[in-house]
């Protein structure tokens, strides 16, 4: 591909089939060895089928292969002198895995480019009609590990809620390859509200529960802390907007069908705690 050192390619899918670009999917066409892990966000099987239509040699990667392993099933066809790319759902440098990745291919002397394409995190912030300029810091709520419950999910969400800011919760994957569900996310939430003792976490916080975002079947509804609707399979993502603009507002009631009063509650616990804050 017109370099010396061989190029590892590492390439968003973005969520669905229809978001795959000309350019990936050149580069998926011309390297020599084409990867595809679904450990950090898992597509339909038909995404997974196209992929295979297009390249009969793809090799499917584990959690353990890229990290554990670093990457090593990779960086060896890096140095037999072929080209090789990591295909990755959603935009690739989400997760940081993938950047880890970069790192160690780039201190052995291979050339890195990323192809970048449509993530969760700009998807579902369009589907939801929430101004991306009011977005504060991301965050992940995370299974207990060693019998610890990290809080930095909540301590996110109070800070940015004392902002008046959106906050998006990505959720955490087992390591059985399992997707947490909006649910288990709520009840992690109500247990750092027990530790962090902050008032967040009560039935006038709402909640946008988004499943399968950018699949053919996603699913969005918005209710309340207390009242964790039905969205069907994984994955999931859930987000607490900040304050509301009207025109985020209007979007709200009339394309997701959000009840007014749950977002009028909503608004005014924020209006509260800004209010309150230092």
């Known amino acids: 591909m017109g370099q010396t050192a061989p190029t590892l390619y590492i390439v968003g899918l973005g969520l669905s089939p229809g978001n795959i670009t000309s350019e990936a999917l050149e580069v998926i066409r011309s390297v020599d060895a084409v990867f595809l892990e679904t450990y950090t966000s898992k597509g339909p099987a038909e995404f997974i089928e ?10 499917q990667v584990s959690r353990e292969d890229l990290e554990n392993r670093n ?22 440098m989400i997760a940081t895995t993938h950047a880890a990745i970069a790192v160690i291919a780039r201190k052995r002397g291979f050339n890195v480019k990323v192809v970048n394409s449509v993530s969760i995190v700009c998807a579902v912030l369009s589907q939801l009609g929430l101004s991306p300029y ?8 995370t299974y207990p590990r060693m019998g ?5 999910a909540y301590d996110v969400l109070s800070d940015n809620l ?3 800011l959106h906050t998006i919760l990505l959720l955490d994957i087992k390591d059985n390859g399992d997707f947490m569900s909006a649910g288990e996310a709520v009840e992690l939430l109500r247990k750092m509200e027990s530790i962090g003792g902050q008032g967040i976490v009560n039935n006038d916080l709402m909640i946008i529960y988004a499943a399968r975002i950018g699949w053919s079947n996603q699913s969005i509804r918005v209710s309340t802390i207390n009242d964790v609707p039905d969205i069907g399979d994984t994955p999931h993502t859930i987000v607490i907007p900040g304050l509301l603009n009207p025109v985020e507002q209007d979007y709200l009631i009339n394309v997701l069908n959000a009840n007014a009063n749950i977002i009028h509650r909503h608004v005014a616990f924020v209006n509260r705690l800004i209010s309150k804050s230092p």
């Open 148 to 152: 610890v419950l990290s809080t930095r």
């Open 162 to 164: 004392k902002r008046g």
């Open 134 to 141: 009011k977005l504060g810091p991301v965050a992940t709520i």
């Open 50 to 59: 196209y992929l295979k239509r297009i390249r009969s040699d793809l090799t």
């Open 71 to 92: 990457a090593e099933v990779i960086l060896r066809k890096l140095e037999g002198g072929h080209n090789a790319a990591l295909l990755v759902i959603g935009d690739p």
